[in-house]
């Protein structure tokens, strides 16, 4: 560590901007974001009334960005332009919104409600949501699939990966991983990936062609 500095209350999740100009940082507590310089940490602006930011994620389009509020059971949405976020929608959700993914069209995106064990899917276009279904139990870190063919959710109240058939609402299998199954890092060679069991304290590496 060579450098330790405060950005806000309790900050989650961070993401790099489309641009890799920035590094968001979500104070969910604070109600706001920071922007760093992912080459020196140095803070460059701090955007305020981002309420409950949890997770957070940039649309592939970059025409808009959702924040998941786990605390406050809400998910909002925001149009982007010119990197300036505006406000669009608030849509209130069940227990725990949890994390965010989109399809590579930028037209739906789903969300984990972590308390509820369900997914939702959310149209952007007309901000409205287009389906719930049930999932395992926790469900934390949702993952798209190459070719948008399924979604991987990793399980923390449980010990595997949901694969879901997303566009019939239906589950595929559960890839047995760890304790704990929670978030997921590619590999780099969009068919692998990395996912922790934070129970077990191990890492499993999936194959998201094989499953």
């Not at 590094?23 to 602006?45: F, S, W």
């Not at 994620?57 to 010119?82: E, H, M, Q, T």
């Not at 999932?135 to 934390?140: I, L, V, Y």
């Not at 923390?156 to 991983?177: A, F, H, P, R, Y």
Request: charged share 25%.
């Amino acid at each position: 560590v060579y450098k330790t500095f405060p950005v806000g209350k309790e900050p989650h999740h961070l993401m790099i901007t489309p641009d890799q100009k920035s590094v968001l940082v979500a104070n969910a507590a604070g109600n706001d974001i920071v922007y760093l310089d992912p080459k020196t940490g140095d803070m460059q602006r701090r955007v305020p009334n981002i309420v409950d930011p949890y997770h957070i994620g940039y649309s592939p389009d970059k025409k808009w960005f959702v924040a998941a509020g786990n605390r406050l059971d809400r998910v909002d949405i925001y149009s982007v332009k010119n990197q300036e976020l505006t406000l669009v929608k608030v849509l209130k959700l069940p227990k725990t919104p949890s994390h965010i993914a989109f399809t590579s069209n930028s037209k739906t995106a789903f969300v984990t409600l972590q308390d509820s064990n369900e997914l939702v899917a959310i149209d952007l276009d007309t901000q409205s949501v287009l389906w719930k279904m049930p999932t395992g139990k926790m469900p934390a870190v949702v993952w798209m699939t190459p070719g948008d063919k399924y979604l991987l959710v990793g399980l923390t109240g449980s010990d595997g990966v949901q694969v879901i058939d997303w566009k019939n609402k239906t589950e595929v299998k559960v890839i047995k991983t760890g304790k704990g199954a929670h978030n997921f890092r590619p590999l780099g060679d969009k068919r692998h990936i990395f996912l922790t069991n934070r129970v077990d304290s191990t890492i499993s590496l999936i194959d998201m062609e094989k499953l």
